[in-house]
Antibody, heavy 116, light 110 residues
Framework: QVQLVQSGAEVKKPGASVKLSCRAS????????LHWVRQAPGQGLEWVGI????????TYAQRFQGRVTLTRDTSTSTVYMELSSLTSDDTAVYYC?????????WGQGTLVTVSS | QAGLAQPPSVSKALRQTATLTCTGN????????AAWLQQFQGHPPKLLSY???NRPSGISERFSASRSGNTASLTITGLQPEDEADYYC???????????FGRGTKLTVL
């Protein structure tokens, strides 16, 4: 069965960076784009970016340009999201999601807390 | 980035029908249609429909989606207590090259 398993919760100080992982299984990793979406406490969903597993090509939401980097490791079917220059506004649950016409499978989410 | 417009809340009685709306523009909803997601507190979103009215396997026929122009709708018939959740619409925006979401509608079943 399709699974997206994300790394554990993180606590970071303002100005730091965080790198999250999302390991895919149960399907052919190279066949589907992967998105990252975040959700601040009590708020809605916000798109961060997308990566093409075969080529590593990425597209980022404008508000994260210059601060986010998506990468992948095809040998382990894992995608990574690194977000730098963290502020308290980056406190959120970060999800990875597979695209199959739309986001049909989601990871369990990783809580990132930014606090001094 | 521009988002999609959803009413913040909708309340309907048990066993009634609820219709949730999502308004975008010709670059997103009007371009390729919308997807609908259901989310319970503390859980990841779950895909209910995509490209207007395609349901993933396992999704109840009580959930149906449609589109008219730049507005997408999700209709939930025979409302049950377990339908109480947040519902989000989403679409790829061709002009922004970005995935856009609505702010979500909280559905309450009375």
């Amino acid at each position: 069965q399709v699974q997206l398993v994300q790394s554990g919760a993180e606590v970071k100080k303002p100005g730091a960076s965080v790198k999250l992982s999302c390991r895919a299984s149960g399907y052919t990793f190279s066949n589907y784009f992967l998105h990252w979406v975040r959700q601040a406490p009590g708020q809605g969903l916000e798109w961060v970016g997308i990566i093409t597993p075969t080529t590593g090509d990425t597209t980022y939401a404008q508000r994260f340009q210059g601060r986010v980097t998506l990468t992948r490791d095809t040998s382990t079917s894992t995608v990574y999201m690194e977000l730098s220059s963290l502020t308290s506004d980056d406190t959120a649950v970060y999800y990875c999601a597979r695209e199959n016409e739309s986001c049909d499978y989601w990871g369990q989410g990783t809580l990132v807390t930014v606090s001094s | 980035q521009a988002g999609l417009a959803q009413p913040p809340s909708v309340s309907k009685a048990l066993r009634q029908t609820a219709t949730l709306t999502c308004t975008g523009n010709s670059n997103n909803v009007g371009y390729q249609g919308a997807a609908w997601l259901q989310q319970f507190q503390g859980h990841p979103p779950k895909l209910l429909s995509y490209r207007n009215n395609n349901r993933p396997s396992g999704i109840s026929e009580r959930f149906s989606a449609s589109r008219s122009g730049n507005t997408a709708s999700l209709t939930i018939t025979g409302l049950q207590p377990e339908d109480e959740a947040d519902y989000y619409c989403s679409a790829w925006d061709n002009s922004l090259s970005a995935w856009v979401f609505g702010r979500g509608t909280k559905l309450t079943v009375l």
